[in-house]
């Protein structure tokens, strides 16, 4: 029978490290915040840890005590800012922001807002979805790969397990594709905004990656956990 099990919402506090992708392209905050002065009415590039969304005005507000940031969402898509409201509640978000940026340090702007604005033609979400997966096939989803993996180990102190985390941008369907055999047991993960394409991706990694002679009877069978799993 397939367990499933969620872990508590919890807040990464804001030391946690930038999303690995598009370093290269976009700049980080600490940089961004370094270098405001020189980029003001410039088109910049930054990726910046979300805190929350007004969504009556598509203002996003950015984890910093020093109430440096906001990101102007009026020419952003409907569903890429309901998919930031749905998703980013409680967990790890980062956003890849391109725009100008809009000097608001005497809050000649609007003074309501913080310091400084970025009037965003392009979003991109990078929301963090752990999960740890025991040698019984017991699934543990939480909001950061450690929070899935204490929640499991407190449950299943003395099994085996896999475990890994993933970015996505869209609410969907995380599927571990899970076979259990004599010597070993596998789990690769697949997730798509499509139940049935996650599921079919998953199983097949899975049967794609069972060896040895003992465990050639294996068939991997899906266990899936819908995204965000807080959802009714």
């Known amino acids: 029978m397939q367990k499933i099990f969620i872990t508590t919402l919890s807040l990464l506090i804001f030391s946690f490290s930038n999303v ?9 905050y600490e940089d961004f915040l370094f270098d405001v002065k020189d980029l003001l009415d410039q088109t910049v ?7 929350w969304l007004d969504i009556p005005s598509r203002t996003a507000y950015i984890i910093d005590d020093g109430f440096n940031l906001a990101i ?16 980013c ?11 100008v940026v809009i000097d608001n340090s005497n809050y000649q702007w609007d003074p309501a807002l913080p310091k400084f604005l970025i009037e965003a033609n392009s979003v ?22 450690e929070d899935a993996i204490n929640a499991l180990q407190e449950s299943n102190e ?10 996505i941008d869209e609410p969907g369907t995380l599927a571990i594709g899970f076979g259990s055999g004599l010597t070993e047991f596998y789990a690769f993960y697949s997730f798509n905004k499509d139940a049935e ?33 807080w959802s009714d």
């Not at 590039?45 to 805190?51: E, I, Y």
């Not at 990078?126 to 096939?137: D, K, M, P, Q, R």
């Open 89 to 99: 509640d409680g967990t790890t978000c980062w956003l890849d922001v391109e725009g």
């Open 197 to 229: 394409a996650a599921i079919a991706s998953a199983v097949k990694e899975c049967d794609d990656h069972v060896t040895g002679i003992l465990n050639l009877g294996v068939k991997c069978e899906p266990i899936t956990m819908d995204i965000p799993w």
């Open 158 to 167: 003395n099994e085996a397990y896999l475990s890994d985390y993933l970015w």
């Open 45 to 51: 590039k930054v990726q910046v840890p979300f805190s």
């Open 72 to 87: 102007l969402m009026e020419y952003i898509e409907r569903d890429k800012i309901l998919n930031i409201a749905k998703l």
């Open 20 to 28: 690995k992708a598009n370093q290269d392209e976009f700049m980080s």
């Open 124 to 145: 991109k979400l990078h929301f963090l979805v752990g999960y740890a997966i025991s040698e019984t096939g017991a699934l543990w989803v939480g909001a950061s790969e």
